[in-house]
């Protein structure tokens, strides 16, 4: 396990200091190269509420504490889990049958390597998508990804659940989208590249919880070996540690620990910025593990708070390309990634380079929620 810690990138920076500044341009260099590098980073934002992130927290506790009669009601599995609740033992790690995904876990040092997912069972992990899109001014093809939101049935929680969905969601929401403006910018591209490629795209604030109660034991997997689907992933600050990432440039297994102190959010890389950068930034793999320091916050938890329910939410936000927006690699980042490969940086690098075939936004999602069991 490494103890290698991510780049740390200052929004404070890119917000407060001339656009044209060679500080802003140095920064936005460090994005885009923390993301080539690692496929993840911390971003450093003085308008970030760590009360915001804890009232969400302490909801999202309340809402998975229910029985499971109650959050059933809150499920769509019509609508492939895209909006409301989808339930433990549902979400499979793609990579436990996709044999690329096998072959860059084969290629790890033993001792880096995720715990073993080849058995394919199901995360026992649940979550909660809630919408956080712009409606398009078009018809969509993919109307069940564009669904409306789902807010749960019962009254205590139902009544505090939008106010702080949206407050915490448009607050991770703004961040990713700086960080995504930045990034565009580190790597020769205009501003707005991505973001207006996102602008209706179907963004969720995705919770997820575990039980750890019920899965309590160490090295018991609540997500397994696994990359994200969408463009940008942002992250507040879990209770419970367990997130392991590994670095594209070495394939070391990095433990993800926030900053002790300070308004920080921890930004991945998804498929769609790897699509669309044709490699050059890769989806960040990682997984969700109960570890020593898991079963140590557990024990904090149960001193300080006896009366919470002991579940780990994750903080979580994705960030998509609009659904019918024309996914295709940009030549000037194809080019550069294929004189990464050539130059043999990458440890995931492999004799065929991966083909990125053209295809719509929301054909990309449909195809990964096969794989992961989410959609029919």
């Known amino acids: 396990m490494s103890t290698a810690t991510l780049p740390v990138v200052d929004l404070n920076v890119f917000l407060n200091q001339p656009a044209d500044s060679l ?6 260099k460090k994005a885009a190269e923390a993301l080539i590098t690692y496929g993840a980073l911390f971003v ?3 308008r970030v509420s760590e009360e915001d992130n804890s009232v969400f927290l302490d909801l999202l506790e309340d809402y998975f504490a229910q029985p499971e009669s109650a959050l059933k009601q809150d499920e769509r599995p019509e609508l492939g889990y895209q909006v409301g609740v989808t339930l433990e033992n549902t979400e499979k790690p793609k990579c436990a049958v996709d044999e690329p995904c096998l072959n860059v876990i084969a290629r790890l040092d033993p ?7 080849t058995a394919h069972s199901p995360d026992p992990k649940c979550r909660f998508f809630w ?3 712009q409606k398009p001014p078009y018809e969509t093809r993919f109307p069940a990804l564009n669904a409306p939101n789902v807010v749960p049935e019962a009254p205590e929680i139902r009544q505090r659940w939008t106010p702080i969905m ?3 969601g448009q607050s991770m929401k703004n961040r990713v989208e700086n960080l995504a403006e930045m990034t565009a910018l580190g790597l020769g591209l205009a501003r707005e590249t991505f973001t207006e490629a996102g602008r209706y795209g179907p963004h969720l604030l995705a919770p997820t919880a575990s039980d750890l109660i019920k899965y309590s034991k160490r090295d018991t997997i609540l997500a397994g070996f696994h990359t994200d689907l969408n463009f940008l992933t942002i992250h507040g600050r879990s209770r419970y540690p367990g997130l392991n990432i590994w670095a594209r440039n070495t394939g070391k297994r990095i433990a993800v620990k926030f900053p002790l102190t300070g308004r920080y959010l921890l930004v991945q890389a998804g498929k769609q910025l790897e699509h669309l950068s044709g490699g050059l930034i890769k989806a960040g793999f990682h997984e969700v593990v109960v570890n020593d320091a898991t079963l140590e916050a557990v024990e904090r938890r149960k001193t300080q708070y006896p009366d919470r329910p002991l579940i780990r939410i994750s903080s979580t936000f994705f960030w998509h ?12 980042l194809r080019n550069r990634a294929q004189r ?8 995931d690098t492999v004799d ?5 075939e053209p295809m719509k936004v929301g054909q990309q999602v449909q195809n990964e929620l096969k794989h992961i069991a989410l959609m029919a």
């Open 131 to 133: 919408k956080m899109s």
């Open 340 to 347: 990464l490969v050539a130059d043999a940086m990458s440890v």
């Open 166 to 168: 949206e407050k915490w």
């Open 352 to 356: 065929e380079q991966t083909v990125y």
């Open 321 to 332: 390309l609009s659904s019918d927006y024309d996914l295709v690699p940009i030549p000037a």
């Open 111 to 117: 001792a880096d390597r995720p715990l073993d997912i």
């Open 44 to 46: 450093h934002d003085s």
């Open 23 to 28: 500080a802003v341009l140095e920064e936005c």
